[in-house]
């Protein structure tokens, strides 16, 4: 499989490998604004001075990108990027499946249906082969407790880890100091990165929105982040 997107490493941490359940205090409701991110850093869409989202005209192979783009592109006129995400749990309302698609195409999670009380329908994403999540834990663990430098797309991640809380979640394989430490080295390239003022440009309104993101109502901050 290809490199992964922001939103999936977010799920494969977020996800319980045995139960295919969100873990601790992962919300999958926050995988709308990741993957606003991901049409960013992919360059499907831009976001222009008055902070709207503007598609490229560019289309993706991926399909949890493909599908949000669509609901993008089919907007008559470019919107704000609280509108979308504010907009994207109606059009998307089970974001967890959404970005897993590929994941389970390519074998790394498997998709289990089942319903609860008889009536409600659930999904499962266990995890099946552990390879690609046991790599993305060794490379967090290389910049947040090793220290290694973070290219821009990890610099990103750790970003968005930190600022939804999953930064101990990624570093559960280390030790409760390594773990500190960690969540110390996640906050200094957080605010690194959101010192970049060509970052700052780009990403600053997706990240709050998706932090400020609860289930299908968001309260968006558009002034610089905080």
């Not at 990890?154 to 969540?183: C, N, P």
């Amino acid at each position: 499989m290809g490199d992964l997107l922001l939103s999936e490493e977010l799920l494969l941490i977020g996800l319980h490998d045995g139960t295919g359940k969100p873990d601790g205090w992962f919300d999958p409701g926050r995988l709308h604004g990741a993957l606003l991110c991901d049409l960013i850093e992919r360059a499907l869409v831009t976001v222009d001075g008055t902070k709207k989202v503007v598609p490229t005209g560019e289309r993706s192979d991926h399909p949890a990108l493909q599908a949000v783009l669509e609901t993008v592109t089919a907007d008559a006129k470019p919107r704000s990027v609280s509108h979308w995400v504010s907009t994207l749990p109606w059009k998307h309302t089970k974001p967890s499946e959404l970005v897993a698609t590929r994941l389970v195409d390519d074998g790394v999670l498997t998709s289990e249906e089942g319903r609860v009380l008889g009536l409600f329908r659930t999904t499962r994403l266990p995890e099946a082969d552990p390879g690609p999540e046991r790599a993305l834990r060794e490379r967090l663990a290389g910049i947040l407790v090793a220290g290694r430098t973070p290219d821009a797309h990890d610099a990103l991640l750790v970003t968005l880890l930190h600022t939804t809380s999953q930064t101990a979640a990624a570093l559960s394989g280390v030790d409760k100091q390594q773990r500190k430490e960690g969540q110390r080295r996640a906050k200094e390239i957080a605010k690194g990165l959101k010192d970049d003022p060509v970052v700052k440009a780009q990403y600053d309104a997706a990240v709050i929105a998706m932090v400020t993101t609860v289930a299908a109502t968001t309260v968006v901050t558009t002034s610089g982040s905080g």
